[in-house]
């Protein structure tokens, strides 16, 4: 039990407090809001009054639903008088008795290792005895039912809060009974009650009536109007007046004001780590940190916390509309997840984390369809094929399939279509205006083959459909001088359908026609994923946070830099040449030698190299220098005995911007280290695309 409790102001003030003075500043909260609210003493678990929560299932993941499986509804046999029997069954009736054993000891031993794993793991995570459980003195909010109240309607029973970590609990819950373990008292602004109720066992059973003296003694012998029974009549001479018992002077401590910026800080420097159960949290306050995270849940393999399999990364005010990004540490994939109003409309960005940029490495994109206008739902690509699938389009098109070759052809260095297209594969739905057998289903561009396969849609009632493939004329023989020969087509047609050789031609022409379009579709969509590996890469390193203009906080300095991000507009859409400078002191050349083409390329690296160098020492220099000034500010608590509490506030105070300086200082330098090879290998990326440098290309 604390000998005394600060105040709810101090407590605001420092950002620290016991659980009593938590809890008190907690209660001042609610009761401003109007919620009957009680600071509670009495006994907690050991976990609970330590705050330790390492056994706990992580809330801020949600938990798979247990589904439980139904029995199927027997049905019965509907007898009809022109049935048809089934034919006999000559399988041994033994034989099948025997699998059944067989499947029904396995589904059990399946049963049986299932659950002696989960009490292993029971056992292991099984906490040590505690020996001084229900004598551990802690302090937590209770809000009550408020008959006639406020929040009558929002608090229909009891509810317990954790003020250290805003947690509710049901009072009446059987697994509140295990955390809160018994309540001495309870006050507020109005009394203080003794619990009577001596025989309970745990809070679940406590009766929380505090108009019933035999179970809660009050301490002053007033007592609110509130709680005056429903319809009891007060006489004049037992009126509000005589109620009152005791006088109390001016409330010494101020107001609580909590303030716009302290409201968005939300945690002590602005960040908090939480450890649960396999599952580190780290919370931060809004553009704290450079990238616009706001969450990370770093799930691990073990209960040490050193072996991490898991990264969720939560962002907000992130100007490429990025909200999610999931990391498996095992198989290396991320899975990025945007909100729609990016210019791609991109859903969903799924990748390995050592992939390249180059374009043929693989990746799947989903995409919101609907404000597309070529109706583009999802995009897979893979060094030796590109899939596409389509919703809504006019011409009905729903998937689309390109096979390239494995033999890269050599290009220039700017070349993004340097595979072969050996064939495409494009899927149709029915169109009802055109008839089955000349409403295409499937079309493939066998360009390796030379060769236009159609199959047509199935007429209802059939099980086959018509085919029908083309052998592609030479270029000489196309356009006006096209002619139809009979060796170029054969096929198949279920109702033996005679087609006019004119129609035939007519739609060789087309399929010709059409597949130049779907080859130079395919070339657009390479262009379309090139543009977006490039825009995600400056996303990735120069990331940009979005200012409301109903923040006060922030909107004058927004509207300062997008003045200056106007006038230098023309510099921000250049692209970056990161040889410009070590071109000049050449004069400019048009072409480089090859020596020449070295050294610029070693220079540019190792310059890159020094200035991250200094980056990182300069953060250090600073972090040492507010290391020392902290340990000289912490000295004058010890050594000045008699300072003053305004002078104590102010040194605390001034010891809270430190550490929160240091916190950010270490993030910084974190961060540094985690960038450095991705932004190294990013530079050397755009240096082998430089065009002045293609004479090293066979180098790399």
């Not at 029971?122 to 001084?132: F, S």
């Not at 809060?161 to 509140?176: K, M, P, R, Y």
């Not at 087509?489 to 087609?499: A, I, Q």
């Not at 000295?635 to 003053?644: F, K, N, S, Y």
Request: aromatic share 10%; net charge negative; proline share 5%.
């Amino acid at each position: 039990m604390p000998k005394q409790l600060r105040s709810p102001t101090w407590v605001q003030k420092l950002r620290k407090g016991n659980c009593f003075e938590c809890a008190t500043f907690l209660t001042s909260l609610l009761l401003g809001q109007g919620y009957n609210a009680f600071v509670v003493s009495g006994y907690a678990s050991r976990e609970q009054t330590l705050c330790d929560l390492t056994r706990r299932s992580c809330p801020y993941i949600l938990q798979p639903e247990k589904h439980t499986k139904r029995k199927p509804e027997e049905q019965q046999p509907k007898i009809t008088k022109y049935e048809l029997k089934l034919p006999i069954d000559y399988k041994s009736q033994f034989l099948s008795e025997l699998e059944e054993e067989k499947a029904r000891k396995l589904e059990e031993k399946l049963i049986f290792d299932e659950k002696e794993q989960q009490k292993l793991i029971e056992e292991l995570e099984q906490l040590p005895p505690d020996e001084h459980r229900g004598h551990r003195i802690h302090a937590w909010v209770a809000i009550l039912p408020e008959l006639g109240g406020v929040r009558d309607q929002e608090i229909p029973y009891p509810l317990f809060i954790e003020s250290t970590t805003g947690v509710s609990f049901e009072a009446t819950d059987d697994d509140t009974a295990q955390l809160y373990l018994g309540v001495e008292s309870i006050w507020n602004d109005k009394n203080y009650w003794v619990n009577m109720q001596s025989s309970v066992k745990s809070c679940v059973n406590i009766v929380w009536d505090l108009m019933k003296v035999e179970l809660w003694e009050h301490l002053l012998p007033g007592e609110p109007w509130t709680m005056h029974g429903v319809g009891e009549e007060i006489d004049e001479e037992s009126d509000v007046q005589p109620e009152k018992h005791l006088d109390m002077p001016f409330s010494y401590v101020d107001p609580i004001k909590i303030s716009e910026a302290e409201f968005e800080k939300r945690f002590p420097n602005g960040t908090k780590t939480i450890l649960y159960k396999k599952t580190k949290v780290e919370l931060f306050a809004p553009y704290l940190q450079l990238d616009g995270v706001v969450q990370r849940i770093t799930i691990y393999n073990d209960y040490d916390y050193t072996t991490p399999i898991e990264i969720y990364e939560t962002y907000a005010n992130r100007s490429d509309n990025l909200v999610e990004s999931r990391r498996n540490i095992n198989d290396n994939t991320v899975i990025d997840y945007y909100r729609r109003g990016r210019a791609d409309q991109c859903k969903e960005h799924r990748y390995f984390v050592d992939a390249s940029n180059e374009i043929d490495s693989e990746r799947i994109l989903d995409f919101y369809h609907v404000p597309r206008f070529d109706g583009l739902s999802k995009f897979e690509m893979n060094p030796s094929y590109l899939t596409q699938h389509f919703v809504g389009r006019d011409d009905f098109l729903y998937y689309r399939h390109v096979q390239f070759s494995q033999d890269r052809k050599t290009s220039a260095p700017q070349d993004i279509h340097y595979r072969h297209i050996l064939n495409i594969v494009e899927k149709f739905n029915r169109d009802e205006r055109i008839k089955a057998s000349r409403n295409i289903a499937i079309r493939e561009f066998a360009i390796s083959e030379n060769e236009i396969r159609l199959t047509y849609h199935y007429h209802s009632g059939q099980f086959t459909r018509a085919i029908r493939t083309y052998i592609k004329p030479p270029l000489a023989e196309r356009g006006e001088r096209l002619i139809l020969d009979p060796s170029m087509m054969h096929g198949y047609t279920p109702l033996d359908e005679s087609e006019k050789s004119l129609n035939l031609l007519y739609e060789l022409e087309t399929q010709l026609y059409e597949e130049d379009v779907s080859i130079s579709q395919v070339r657009a969509a390479e262009k379309e994923l090139c543009a977006f590996l490039e825009t995600r890469d400056k996303e990735y390193l120069m990331p940009t946070l979005l200012i409301s203009v109903y923040d006060k906080l922030r909107e004058s300095k927004s509207l300062i830099e997008t003045l200056v991000r106007t006038k230098s507009e023309k510099d921000i859409t250049e692209d970056v040449n990161y040889l410009k400078p070590y071109l000049a002191r050449l004069g400019n050349p048009p072409e480089l030698s090859k020596i020449d083409a070295q050294f610029i390329q070693y220079t540019c690296l190792n310059d890159y190299k020094q200035l991250l160098m200094r980056r990182a020492n300069k953060i250090l220099r600073e972090f040492d220098e507010c290391s020392q000034e902290l340990m000289k500010t912490q000295a004058l608590i010890t050594q000045e005995g008699d300072l003053t509490r305004e002078e104590e506030e102010e040194i605390l105070e001034k010891i809270n911007e430190l550490n929160f300086y240091l916190q950010t200082l270490e993030t910084r330098l974190d961060r540094h280290r985690d960038l450095v090879p991705i932004r190294y290998k990013m530079l050397l990326h755009h240096l082998q695309q430089n065009p002045h440098l293609t004479v090293l290309k066979g180098d790399n």
